[in-house]
């Protein structure tokens, strides 16, 4: 099992202790860091900067925001990077939900999620192979035709095909997949999943596309890596996150992760949290995560029980554990750990 440092996105501003954290994982022999968007900094301009800084480490985004882009915009960073790293660039997508999208980017949420995806991650091949013009016409472009042939489309586009050529045809889309059936679209149309809440004794709750993934399909879950003595002190990290995806990420009636939460036992708890969260009692909703639910999605606690429990996500379908570990400590005994 490869290891990742997820460093994730910017609060208030950029941390100092990213760029020393990418590079000591580099040093370590961590495989990949990774960077991700919400509605604050951006994926790509930190994977950019820690290219410059490293030489090895592979540069991956988790994920990157698909409304947030155009699917030709989005190839077009990613070559870049690619070209500009030597070749490290692995282009982690995600579709994120109704409020983000529509609430912050000024677009539709497709009604058809599925199909949406499909067409993105379509023209976004088409861009990396460079085998002719782009072109997603008719039916098959429903919801990003090229050209654009919408009522007012001038009628004057032409598919081009993009002047650089990329450094890789094959350069990496992983996909963030929550629902059975977008796993299972994930497992065709990708080269790996960037699963949500993985708990290594629930493969279940993602569907049966699990039991049969693709040969070399990359499976790379997050988790929370802290090293201390205190487990429930190590956890609290994780239920603010936890209370904040599961209360804040989404409407109260459409909720992708509180959905994912319910479907792996813990339903009643998830409705409980996004009420409060909804409520303005954002102190109460974290303490309602219940710590067995985030205990479950992450290595916490002194080293020895890491290592136990490391043993779990070693046996399972993962690939590569993306860490998101806030000290040096916590990744080099990771590292230790994982040999």
């Given at each position: 099992?490869?290891?990742?440092?997820?460093?994730?996105?910017?609060?208030?501003?950029?941390?100092?202790?990213?760029l020393p954290?990418?590079?000591?994982?580099?040093?370590l022999?961590?495989?990949?860091?990774?960077?991700?968007?919400?509605?604050?900094?951006?994926?790509?301009?930190?994977?950019?900067w820690?290219?410059?800084?490293?030489s090895?480490?592979?540069?991956?985004?988790?994920?990157?925001?698909?409304?947030?882009?155009?699917?030709?915009?989005?190839?077009m960073?990613?070559?870049?990077?690619?070209?500009?790293?030597g070749?490290?660039?692995l282009?982690?997508?995600?579709?994120?939900?109704?409020?983000?999208?529509?609430?912050?980017?000024?677009?539709?949420?497709?009604?058809?999620?599925?199909?949406?995806?499909?067409?993105?991650?379509?023209?976004?091949?088409?861009?990396?192979?460079?085998?002719?013009?782009?072109?997603?016409?008719?039916?098959?472009g429903?919801?990003?035709?090229?050209p654009?042939?919408?009522?007012d489309?001038?009628?004057l586009?032409?598919?081009?095909?993009?002047?650089?050529?990329?450094?890789?045809?094959?350069?990496?889309?992983?996909?963030?997949?929550?629902?059975?059936?977008n796993?299972?679209q994930?497992?065709?149309?990708?080269?790996g999943?960037?699963?949500?809440?993985?708990?290594?004794?629930?493969?279940?709750?993602?569907?049966?596309?699990?039991?049969?993934?693709?040969?070399?399909?990359?499976?790379?879950?997050?988790?929370?890596?802290?090293?201390?003595?205190?487990?429930?002190?190590?956890?609290?990290?994780?239920?603010?996150?936890?209370?904040?995806?599961?209360?804040?990420m989404?409407?109260?009636?459409?909720?992708?992760?509180?959905?994912?939460?319910?479907?792996?036992?813990?339903?009643e708890?998830?409705?409980?949290?996004q009420?409060?969260?909804?409520?303005?009692?954002?102190?109460e909703?974290?303490?309602?995560?219940?710590?067995?639910?985030?205990?479950?999605?992450s290595?916490?606690?002194?080293?020895?029980?890491?290592?136990?429990?490391?043993?779990?996500w070693?046996?399972?379908?993962?690939?590569?554990?993306?860490?998101?570990?806030?000290?040096?400590?916590?990744?080099?005994?990771?590292?230790?750990?994982?040999?």
């Amino acid at each position: 099992m490869r290891l990742g440092l997820a460093l994730g996105y910017w609060g208030r501003g950029p941390s100092p202790d990213h760029l020393p954290l990418a590079r000591e994982a580099e040093r370590l022999g961590y495989d990949s860091v990774w960077t991700a968007e919400s509605w604050g900094s951006d994926a790509f301009t930190p994977l950019t900067w820690i290219a410059a800084r490293t030489s090895r480490i592979r540069l991956g985004t988790a994920v990157a925001q698909m409304a947030a882009r155009s699917p030709t915009t989005t190839a077009m960073h990613a070559l870049t990077l690619d070209h500009l790293s030597g070749g490290r660039m692995l282009l982690g997508l995600g579709l994120s939900g109704p409020q983000v999208v529509e609430g912050w980017y000024g677009r539709p949420f497709p009604r058809s999620p599925l199909t949406a995806t499909r067409e993105y991650v379509d023209i976004v091949r088409q861009v990396l192979r460079r085998e002719g013009p782009v072109e997603l016409r008719g039916p098959a472009g429903r919801f990003h035709p090229l050209p654009y042939d919408g009522p007012d489309a001038t009628g004057l586009g032409k598919p081009l095909k993009p002047v650089t050529h990329p450094l890789r045809a094959g350069l990496p889309v992983l996909l963030g997949a929550e629902g059975p059936k977008n796993v299972a679209q994930t497992t065709r149309i990708a080269d790996g999943w960037l699963p949500l809440y993985w708990a290594p004794g629930r493969p279940e709750v993602y569907g049966p596309a699990v039991s049969a993934l693709p040969p070399g399909f990359m499976v790379a879950p997050m988790a929370r890596v802290k090293v201390c003595d205190d487990v429930a002190e190590g956890l609290l990290p994780v239920k603010a996150m936890l209370g904040f995806y599961i209360g804040g990420m989404g409407h109260a009636a459409r909720n992708f992760h509180a959905d994912l939460m319910g479907r792996m036992g813990y339903e009643e708890e998830a409705r409980r949290i996004q009420r409060l969260f909804l409520q303005g009692r954002r102190e109460e909703a974290v303490l309602a995560v219940p710590d067995a639910f985030a205990d479950e999605i992450s290595l916490v606690g002194p080293r020895e029980r890491i290592a136990e429990r490391l043993e779990s996500w070693r046996k399972g379908p993962v690939t590569d554990l993306l860490a998101l570990a806030p000290d040096p400590v916590s990744l080099r005994v990771l590292a230790e750990l994982n040999t």
